[in-house]
């Protein structure tokens, strides 16, 4: 469920089952501090206070389900007016409804009289300071002689057990709360209402005040009410205000057969939540529809919002907010406006300014405004115009939050424009000039031996040339695949490289053979580390255990050659053609791979690592045995690869197409498919740990037989007609996966995930399934014949005719509750 909302607002959601349906409960909930015109504080804030502050023995706010009845919580301490005091009263009015409690200090019990109560500052109001003890049923959080009590029930001998007295939210577990939770459980319920509250709950149970502090003659808090608090501050004896006039609402959009439906919670104010000392107090609305499903996976979006009750706003609004935000391109800045989504005035913009600076950032800044006043000082006394050579620093507005999408929408317009009329120079300078400019060098060999040459001639000093020389070098690998391919050698001048090549009995670290055709020659063991050798052909060759190390092999070809156990490390290949050749362990380490082709070769036992494969042409190539490790293949298209064998760790396949690929018996661990395209990718005997198929890929009649699968996880892929059989699954999860017509027989999948698991047609005709997570599974038409249901949770699922369960072991199989009919 993805939740709109505003920085300032807070939603707590709840699914739970009454009277045979499954029902959505929201609290929005708004924390605001006590002036005239409140003010909303952040979520952050919010959440940040409430450890310290709520005082909630079960650590509570709000449990997400609608209140039956409005009421009013304070957390906070009892303040003397005046000072220390033996004790005092504090008191919470709201509307007509007024709540008194009768604190006092230290006391002692002596010959069952109260002694006289020791002056106190302050006093918290909380369960641990009320009447109670550690037997005690209706507040084991207490102590025999409280501090807090109610004045119409005060303590005057040690023998009474008045109910403890508080502001606070009662703990669950209390007693006079508990027991209005019902306790039918009985078949029908298990049949029917299963796991959802009995049917004998009263709704009162989940208001967390004393009944003392409820409204039950209405739905709402009382409108506009006037509220008072009496000692509960340190230095204010009296605290006063009014409820603001702001409405929750709430907006979800939900799944239907039909397409979303949008549509409205209702929502009531049904709690304030004072925190005085603070000076802040917490309105929460509740509200709740009913829903299709039990997790609410039906509801796609929720949105909150605060609106003034005086101006409320459309539900088109509140719909196309909800759609604009639900925009990926729109979503992240939209997520800082709140003028949408609350009342005007409730926030103030200095609460979106930038936060206070580090001590070491107040330290640079005055570092430099000094700097700054230096400057003007000496060119004033050179009688220089100081506004004009060093103006006073005008800091920029802060752009409010609210304003952020707006100023970048002019920001981006403004830099349109400018590059519009960037290209509009640019083109008037090359159509003014035309051919009469100046003649650039095509590819970047010769950028790089003219840079060479310049380099020789202005820098003798060998330390500054070295690095210059080592920054060109760089440069020039980089920039090689983006310019011009150089020019190719002639058949004589390509002889004269030939016997030059033959000649460095196989030394030819650094050498400049660029475009030259040394194809045909045996080059065993050469070592071509750091030369420049692009466009060179390589085809026919005999490089068994050659050294390519930093090489620029940029547009080389290596057609039909035999170049196993080469070192290709930081190599650039890009825009490299290799077909037949054999480079069976060989290391590419680190490899420039753009727009690299690569068809019909041999990677057996190789070494691949730290690559990033993009743009790229790979088919009917085989990696036997091969070893990957980091690489990523982005965006391409895979054909007729064969990683039988193989190892991979930590690959990653993004958004790529995948064609017969092959990894029987190969060993994966670490490696993910994302949004990829892979129908009938072969799996067979492989071992798969902690692997990933996310973000909607696809895997039609793919072929995992034998597999054996650890923590793996098929959340959402599409396995329509794929084979799982005697593949061995360990903690994995299909959840939400389409496995109709897959044929999985003999499958091992013990405590593994299948919910919302789509099995329509498919066969687990003797599987094992103990303990696995099945419901809400489509079975219609699935074969589970012969398999061990022990302990599996087929709850919720979908079942026919066609379901079959035939000498299936079913003991302790969980099936309850079944789908209500009327959801189908």
Known sequence: MKIIKPLHLSVITRSYRWQQQHHLGVSLMA??????????????????????????????????????????????????????????????????KRKVLRVFGHRDWQQDQLTAPQPFSSMPLDWQHAMGGEHDEENPFGQPLPHVESPDRLLTHPDQRPLPASFNALPFTATRRFSRLGNTFDEQWLQNEYPGFARDTDWRVFNQAETDQWWTTCDALPAGAHWRIENMHPNKPVLQGVLPPWQGRCFISRLQHDGDLFEEISLRATTVHFFPHLEQLLLIWHGSTVIQEDDAADVTTLLAALEHCQHPKTAAHYQSLMEKRSDPEQSVLLAMRHSD??????VREDDDGPEALSPMQ??????????????????????????????????????????????????????????????????????????????????????????QQQLAEDLPDPKQHAQVQQALYDNYRFTAPELDSPTRLTP?????????????????RKMDLTGADLSGLDLRHYDFSHALLEAVDFSH????????????????????????????????????????????????????????????CIFDRALLHDLTISSATLAHCRFHGAQLESCTFLEITLQSL????????????????????????????????????????????????????????????????????????????????????????????????????????????????????????????????????????????????????????????WVDKETRFDDAWTSGMKSVPSRDKARG
Request: net charge negative; with cysteine; charged share 20%.
């Open 541 to 600: 060759c005999q490089l068994e255990g050659s050294l390519f190390s930093h090489a620029m092999l940029a547009r080389a070809e290596f057609h039909h050659s035999q170049a196993t156990d080469c070192a290709f490390d930081n190599a650039n290949l890009a825009l490299a053609q290799c077909y037949y050749t054999d480079f069976s362990g060989s290391v590419f380490s680190e490899v420039d791979c753009r727009d690299l082709l690569l068809e019909q």
């Open 492 to 508: 004589e001048q390509s002889q004269q490289v030939r016997q030059a090549v033959m000649a460095r009995d196989g030394d030819c």
């Open 31 to 96: 924390l605001m501090n006590m002036d005239a015109l409140p003010r909303l504080l952040t979520e952050q804030a919010m959440w940040q206070c409430m450890p310290e502050t709520l005082q909630s023995p079960d650590g509570v706010l709000d449990l997400g389900l609608p209140k039956q009845h409005p009421e009013f919580l304070a957390s906070g301490f009892a303040f003397p007016a005046g000072g220390p005091a033996p004790q005092c009263d504090a008191a919470i009015q709201v509307g007509e």
């Open 341 to 346: 989504l609350l009342p005007a005035g409730s």
């Open 642 to 797: 064969d990683f039988s064998h193989a190892t991979l760790r930590k690959v990653s396949f993004i958004e790529c197409h995948l064609l017969a690929l092959l990894f029987t018996q190969a060993q994966l661990r670490g490696v993910g498919w994302i949004t990829c395209q892979a129908p009938e990718i072969d799996f067979q005997h492989a071992q798969l740990n902690d692997c990933v198929f996310a973000a909607g890929t696809q895997l039609p009649r793919a072929r995992f037989n034998g597999a054996r699968m650890t923590q793996c996880n098929l959340r959402g892929c599409l396995l329509q007609q794929s084979q799982f059989r005697l593949a061995h699954l360990v903690n994995s999860d299909l959840s939400e996966a389409d496995c109709s017509q897959a044929d999985m027989r003999q499958l091992q999948a013990n405590d593994c995930q299948f919910i919302r698991t789509r099995f329509q047609q498919a066969r687990l005709t003797d599987s094992n399934l103990t303990g696995a997570f099945m419901s809400k599974t489509q079975l219609q038409g699935c074969d589970l014949s012969g398999c061990n249901l022990f302990r599996t949770d087929i709850a919720q699922s």
């Open 362 to 451: 107040e330290n640079l800044a005055s570092w430099q405004r000094l700097q700054r006043e230096r400057l003007r000082e000496d060119l004033a006394s050179n009688g220089m115009d100081v506004n004009k050579l060093a103006p006073v620093e005008q800091k920029p507005r802060p752009v409010a939050m609210d304003e952020i999408h707006d100023y970048l929408e002019r920001e981006e317009q403004q830099a349109q424009q400018q590059l519009q009329q960037m290209i509009a120079r640019y083109e008037a300078e090359e159509a003014r000039f035309g051919e009469a400019s100046p003649a650039h060098p095509t590819s970047a060999i010769t950028q790089y031996r003219q840079q």
